[in-house]
């Protein structure tokens, strides 16, 4: 290869590899090896903006998505960075510019003299994230590719005030979750540690193993999955929220999750039992192995991705203390009475300017953290050391209860009686609409009660499973369809577990609206099919 201009006809288009001073663009010329050109943009590879993901070349497009690269795509968007000699001027000798062939690009993106200069991106962001350096600086990551953490922020990130002080920070959290039903301050704390979570993931131990994040209500309408959906929209900009879950689909939602990459699994709304071999796994370990639905075959997927758990009364085991950072919403009264200045809701929480106040705030939060020297957290859990010692550290240095503390019952009542309340308090309104004081209400009338309020939907479904068992029981057909109303339907399948929890509840006497409310007769009702609901 010559360093000199060679005259037009010593020079074959394209010939040679070769670099011009520092203030122009690299040339580049074909000398008709392969392997040549692969070593030549190899060098090149980490001045250039194509990156290895997953063992797949990318770019980021105009529109900041990211886009496989193939050889069509390379042979004209590497003109941005190199200039590619096409021939040269038969007076001057000067090189004019020209395009690769199309083979000739697709052979180099597979050339592994190529793929060993091209930089791996290890995570991708869409804003900018807090680091510390090798020197031990707190700083956040720039936006393009963070050579030393392998991180690549998307340029043209939201951009967010990085002078607000933890006070600030604090006022914005109590302006827009202020309101919500916190059984205790450890619950608000877990809430914070949840919009922390992935916005820390690049700080020692933020990645480590971590353990769930549970929003648990006893009533609908109580703000769990609103809380869920701040902790995922903060940082991504949206929360990937699927369909409620039957307890046989789960493994099928987790695999899907696993496959596409998400970077949070959320899954609102859970039915029944929070109990899962494959969501044990997936908290403490990185690897997940299952058996593909649909297939015999055995999957394996690495997981690095939070797990985000909302649910109203759902059935836990021990390990579920140990597993879960869990925030109880305890609401006792109406939710929809509740008094709510500032409302959160998916078009605020995808909002620019909600996510760049939420993006102050949690700065704010880690600056304190850093200003008091990195403390770390006082309780750890088995398991999840690291993380422990970095979310416990960062949200108590914000004068906010351990999140790490093991939750107790509040007041003495548990999610399942709270809901059984309500019940009580449903059933109380049919009768005070009618003007009674006692009345008798059978299975049925529960279940259809149960449903409008969004409880016990492991027992008896919620209201769309009403409506569909209306449909089979009374054979409606055509237009019906469309105007079926739930009637408390069961089928033999939900009667038996239905019937022998309302039996478990005769004798109970509920304090509804300030009044004490008897559900059943222990002596007279233990065989009964209906139960008296007596004011007394």
Known sequence: MGDGVKLADEVRVGKGLSVVGEDEMP???????????????????????????????????HRRDRKMMTGRVFR?????FVFVVGGYDRKSGAPQAGSMQLTDAMDVLVQPAFRRGVRR????????????????????????????????????????????????????????FGSMPFADERSESVLVAGLLVLFVRH????????????????????????????????????????????????????????????????LDNLYGSLKSATLDQLITSKVVTFRAMGGQSIVTLRNDAPVIVTGNDLEKNEDAFRRYLQCLLFETGDPNKRKVEHLLDDDVLSADEWR????????????????????????TLGSFEQFSRLMGGIVTSCGFADPLER????????????????????????MQARGEDRSLFGYEDCAKVARELDIFGDMVGDYEHGKRATIRQDKLAGE??????????????????????LKGKIGQEPVIEGRKVRFGDRVKERRRTKFTVELI
């Not at 990645?207 to 769930?212: D, V």
């Not at 009542?413 to 059933?427: K, R, T």
Request: net charge negative.
């Open 121 to 176: 991106i290890e995570a991708e962001e869409n804003v900018r994230l807090p680091v510390i350096r090798e020197d031990g600086k707190l700083e956040l990551l720039p936006e393009g590719f963070d050579a030393q953490t392998g991180v690549y922020t998307v340029p043209g990130s939201l951009d967010f005030p990085l002078d607000w002080d933890v006070a600030q920070g604090k006022a914005w959290f109590r302006k827009w």
């Open 203 to 266: 700080l020692p131990g933020g990645s480590a193993l971590r353990p769930g994040i549970l929003f648990e209500a006893n009533m609908a309408g109580s703000g769990k999955s609103v809380c869920g959906k701040a902790c995922c929209s903060i940082v991504l900009g949206y929360a990937p929220v699927g369909k409620k879950k039957a307890r046989e689909e789960m493994d099928k939602e987790i695999e899907a999750h696993l496959r596409s990459k998400s970077p949070v699994i959320f």
């Open 76 to 80: 004209g968007w590497v003109e941005n």
């Open 480 to 501: 019906e369809k469309g105007f079926a109303v739930d009637h408390g339907y069961l089928s033999q399948q939900e009667l038996q577990p239905w019937s022998e929890f």
């Open 407 to 430: 939750p107790v019952e509040h007041e003495g009542v548990s999610p399942e009686q709270a809901d059984f309340q309500l019940l009580v308090a449903g059933l109380f309104k049919q």
């Open 27 to 61: 040339r580049v010329e074909n000398d008709g090896s392969i392997l040549n050109l692969a070593r030549r943009f190899g060098e090149l590879a980490p001045k250039l903006d194509v990156y290895e993901v997953n063992d797949e070349l990318v770019y980021y497009d």
């Open 356 to 379: 760049r106040d939420a993006l102050a705030a949690l700065w704010s939060f880690v600056k304190c953290w850093d200003a008091k020297g990195r403390p770390p957290g006082e309780t």
